[in-house]
């Protein structure tokens, strides 16, 4: 059974930092790409990051409210994934979910990932 567990989030001020991480179990993710969204009250579903299991080849959201230059995603362990979340803004308060998609293609759309985790509240105080 494949299990996507979120982790990290909380209540910071605007400024401050957050790592969030997502612990993957149930299956080989080696040839996976793993994703983190985020989902506000009354917003859809809007992709944050990526990478590959194997490691590198990071892509940000090139939204309005890029996350580029602030946040970070890497592979922190065999089975961890994290987000390093940097000078956090209010706009940035959301549910941040883990996702895995097996395959590469349009790797910023959320119905592309097959797994999910049940999400982390992160909220940024102004």
């Known amino acids: 059974q494949v299990q996507l567990v979120e982790s990290g989030g909380g209540l910071v001020q605007a400024g401050g930092s957050l790592r969030l991480s997502c612990q993957a179990s149930?299956?080989?993710?080696?040839?996976?790409?793993m994703g983190w969204f985020r989902q506000s009250p009354g917003k859809d579903r809007e992709f944050v990051a990526r990478?590959?299991?194997?490691?590198?080849?990071?892509?940000?959201a090139e939204h309005a409210d890029s996350v580029k230059g602030r946040f970070t995603i890497s592979r922190a362990t065999e089975k961890t994934v994290t987000l390093q979340m940097n000078r956090l803004k209010p706009e940035d308060t959301a549910v941040y979910y883990c996702?895995?998609?097996?395959?590469?293609?349009?790797?910023?759309?959320?119905?592309?990932?097959?797994?999910w985790g049940q999400g982390t509240q992160v909220t940024v105080s102004s």
């Open positions: 996702a895995a998609y097996a395959g590469s293609t349009a790797d910023y759309r959320s119905a592309n990932y097959d797994y």
């Open positions: 149930g299956r080989t993710f080696t040839s996976y790409t």
């Open positions: 990478t590959r299991w194997t490691g590198g080849n990071t892509y940000y």
